[in-house]
């Protein structure tokens, strides 16, 4: 082994030029890789197995031997300006339905581009703290002032250095018209899909190793028109983008759907023209047999949000099935207001023990809930470049400590984070740059982003 520069990191300090072994961790999610990992130019560039060293001369070495190393987590839904009304009292201890009637005038009526700047800066610097390296917020309210929501996220995101699929969300249904929403946070159709044309032109990076993309995604397919939904698709397919909505959260929502067309969601979403791999869908939890064979068969994703879901009482998703029956599976942290975080390793312990309590001990593994939280994440993005450790693959990667009273007398090191319970990564890197170093995010101010982020948030609490 060759080391043409002294062991150190700096703050903030990446690996662009360089060759830097990740060297020795405690346990890595990879095969081959006991001794580690060398990242070169923000990429993977060789997995270093038992008992040997890198084939080529690195210039840093990196000692692991205090981490247990992953894949960076990659979260497929949430809302993040739901931080704004976390444990509100209109709307504990409610499931979906009267939850969203008690919060949606309240989002409506004080949602605008200071608070929402704070919450996505909150909630992003919240998951990169948990361990994730790849975010997605469907940001469906749009109330006036809100029209430049995707280009403050888009600045936030890249302030803090995480990717991010912007989901440019939509609502164009208010309840007088048989939606869901407050009159006060919809848009019409042509707005909208304008906007989503705007977005993508300005935002979407298909290429490797992209920073930023963009994704479609009206709120839910009943609470906007059949007209959105079918543009939607035709316009997600013109500009090579995937789509997302929420579908089959709960029992309610069959209910209604029967009720109002005479049919059930996943029978609607074929008839919009959603049933094919750009789609990945939020929760997925209410489908029969035929429908878990069909969404596998079209490689429609679902996000399975398992905090969000015990919280309303939603139900259980059918993880397993759709798994086997060609649906990529991944995880979400869901929105603030109905988790009321944004940790998504904590979501990875909730996917494994709620995953138990459908299935069984067996059948759910912390291998499965990581596998959902990284590469099943990742292909419900689309993307084929993060969510593994492997060579070529983007050096996006979590490190986990197991310093804490909690990890103390653990055996497997991977079983512990989900196990014991690991809520913080103690480092990330983002495309070979060091974003969390010893449990902080570079170059930001915690309790200045805590101080301002609750002064925006008692507005909320006062309109009751
Ligand atoms: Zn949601």
């Given at each position: 082994m060759v080391v043409s520069a002294p062991t150190q990191t700096g703050k903030g300090g990446g690996t662009m030029g360089d060759r830097v072994w990740i060297k020795d961790?405690?346990?890595?999610?990879?095969?081959?890789?006991e001794r580690g990992v060398v990242v070169e130019d923000g990429k993977i560039a060789e997995l270093v197995g038992k008992g040997a060293e890198p084939v080529n001369a690195v210039h840093k070495v990196f000692d692991a031997a205090r981490h247990v190393v992953t894949p960076g987590l990659i979260n497929?839904?949430?809302?993040?300006?739901?931080t704004l009304t976390r444990a509100h009292p209109a709307a504990?201890?409610?499931?979906?339905f009267p939850w969203l009637q008690a919060l949606f005038p309240i989002w409506a009526k004080n949602v605008n581009p200071e608070n929402f700047r704070l919450a996505t800066r909150l909630a992003l610097t919240e998951l990169m703290m948990s361990g994730c390296t790849t975010a997605s917020d469907h940001q469906y309210l749009y109330p006036?002032?809100?029209?430049e929501a995707m280009d403050i996220q888009a600045e936030e995101a890249g302030k803090l250095g995480i990717r991010m699929t912007l989901t440019r969300g939509s609502l164009n249904l208010t309840e007088e018209e048989?939606?869901?929403?407050?009159?006060?946070a919809v848009q019409d159709t042509d707005t909208i899909l304008a906007d989503c044309e705007r977005v993508i032109g300005r935002y979407h990076d298909a290429s490797e190793g992209a920073m930023l993309q963009v994704a479609l995604a009206p709120c839910a397919p009943f609470n906007v028109t059949k007209r959105l939904m079918v543009e939607t698709a035709a316009l997600a397919e013109r500009c090579n983008c995937h789509m997302h909505t929420h579908l089959a959260e709960t029992r309610d929502e069959i209910d209604y759907c029967m009720a109002h067309f005479g049919y059930r969601p996943v029978d609607y979403l074929e008839e919009v023209g959603?049933?094919?791999?750009?789609v990945w869908l939020a929760?997925?939890?209410?489908?029969n047999d035929d429908e878990v064979v069909r969404l596998g068969k079209a490689g429609v994703g679902v996000s399975h949000c398992p905090t969000s879901n015990m919280v309303l009482a939603s139900g259980q998703c059918r993880t397993k099935e759709l798994e086997a029956a060609g649906s990529p599976v991944g995880l979400g942290v869901d929105g603030s207001a109905s988790?009321?975080?944004?940790n998504l390793i904590e979501a990875v312990r909730h996917a494994l023990m709620i995953g138990r309590l459908t299935y069984n001990a067996e059948s759910v593994t912390h291998l499965d809930a990581f596998r959902w939280g990284t590469s099943g994440s990742a292909a419900c993005l689309g993307?084929?470049?993060?969510?593994t450790i492997a060579v070529?693959?983007?050096?996006d990667l979590s490190f986990y400590s197991l310093d804490e009273l909690r990890f103390?007398?653990?055996?497997d090191p991977l079983a512990a984070l989900v196990l014991c319970g690991?809520?913080?990564?103690d480092r990330v890197m983002v495309k070979g740059n060091w974003k969390i170093e010893d449990g902080a995010p570079v170059g930001v101010d915690l309790a200045e982003l805590r101080y301002e982020h609750g002064r925006v948030a008692k507005a909320f609490l006062e309109t009751v």
């Open positions: 961790p405690i346990a890595v999610l990879a095969d081959g890789a497929t839904h949430h809302h993040m300006f739901q504990i201890n409610k499931e979906l006036p002032g809100l029209d048989g939606g869901n929403a407050n009159s006060g959603w049933m094919n791999d750009r929760h997925g939890i209410h489908f988790n009321d975080n944004s993307r084929k470049d993060i969510g070529g693959k983007q050096a103390s007398g653990a055996g690991a809520y913080k990564a």
